[in-house]
């Protein structure tokens, strides 16, 4: 069997920052929070997380996953 390579289209590889790593000052500065609510969620394993010894990173893709799954479900004391 012989391929014709003039056929096969140019693969390019795109950088895809969703699995970059953020620092928890990374994190709260994105949601403009404090890193002590972002210890929280990691705490309460609402934010997953992956530990490079002690030091906490997430993943840019679970952080927008959390902020969809918790998008409009907030406090209405200030609605």
């Known amino acids: 069997m012989v391929i014709d390579m003039k056929n096969i289209p140019d693969i390019k590889v795109v950088y895809d920052s969703m699995d970059q790593l953020m620092s928890v000052p990374d994190v709260a500065d994105k949601l403009g929070t404090s890193q002590a609510f972002v210890r929280r969620l990691i705490k309460l394993n609402l934010l997953p997380t ?3 010894g002690r030091y906490p990173r997430v993943r840019k893709f679970s952080l927008n996953a959390f ?3 918790f998008e ?3 406090s209405n004391k200030y609605r």
Do not use: D, V
């Open 50 to 52: 992956i530990y490079f």
């Open 72 to 74: 409009g479900k907030g």
């Open 67 to 69: 902020l969809e799954q």
